[in-house]
């Protein structure tokens, strides 16, 4: 009873509409038929968008999810084969010679800086390498310039801490 008040109501406000409508049974059902049409079509499209977009939110947000995981993997990937490189630099008797008399031997200076240079363009998360001695004289290599502050103190205050283990620490802050 109330709907059809609200029917009357909304009639009313189109007295044109509502005259032409109601003047014939033809006129009503075609009327009817029409506003069923409308509603349905109206009420299945809202429940297909509410259950699209809602598939849709759930897809993204799990491929998201993927590829961080994704992305997190290639990363733990990529940090262990620099591990790997690093502790087999660690091992070579050759290398810990060059450290302990960098400055006496041209040759193997020039070698391992050009295997650096190398290790750092293959390797676009590696931002520089420095091999060096407490004595503040260092082998540098990579992606960092003069005018960048490194606070080597840092990083060699974390290589004492861990006593000849590997340490990943932050270098430059951007």
């Known amino acids: 009873m109330n709907i059809r008040m609200r029917w009357k109501s909304l009639f009313r406000l189109f007295p044109i509409v509502h005259a032409y409508i109601t003047k014939s049974l033809y ?6 038929f029409f506003m ?14 509410v259950q699209t977009s ?10 998201m999810e993927k590829l ?3 992305s997190a993997a290639k990363l733990e990937t990529q940090m262990a084969n ?4 690093a502790w087999d630099y660690f091992a070579d008797s050759r290398f810990q010679q060059f450290v ?14 050009g295997k650096f240079s190398q290790f750092v ?15 503040d004289y260092r082998l540098i290599k990579g992606n960092i310039d003069i005018t960048d502050v490194v606070d080597f103190d840092d ?3 974390a290589a004492i801490a861990n006593d000849g283990k590997g340490a990943w620490v932050q270098s430059i802050t951007f």
């Open 27 to 32: 006129r009503k059902m075609l009327f009817a």
């Open 36 to 49: 069923t049409i409308t509603i349905t079509v109206t009420t299945l499209g809202l429940y297909y968008y």
């Open 54 to 63: 809602s598939e849709i939110k759930l897809r993204e947000i799990d491929n």
């Open 68 to 70: 961080s995981e994704q």
């Open 82 to 85: 620099i591990k790997s490189v």
């Open 100 to 113: 302990m008399n960098m400055g006496s031997d041209p040759d193997a200076y020039s070698d391992y800086s």
């Open 121 to 135: 363009t293959d390797n676009p998360a590696v931002e520089f390498i420095m091999a060096g001695r407490l004595d």
């Open 155 to 157: 990083i060699q205050a």
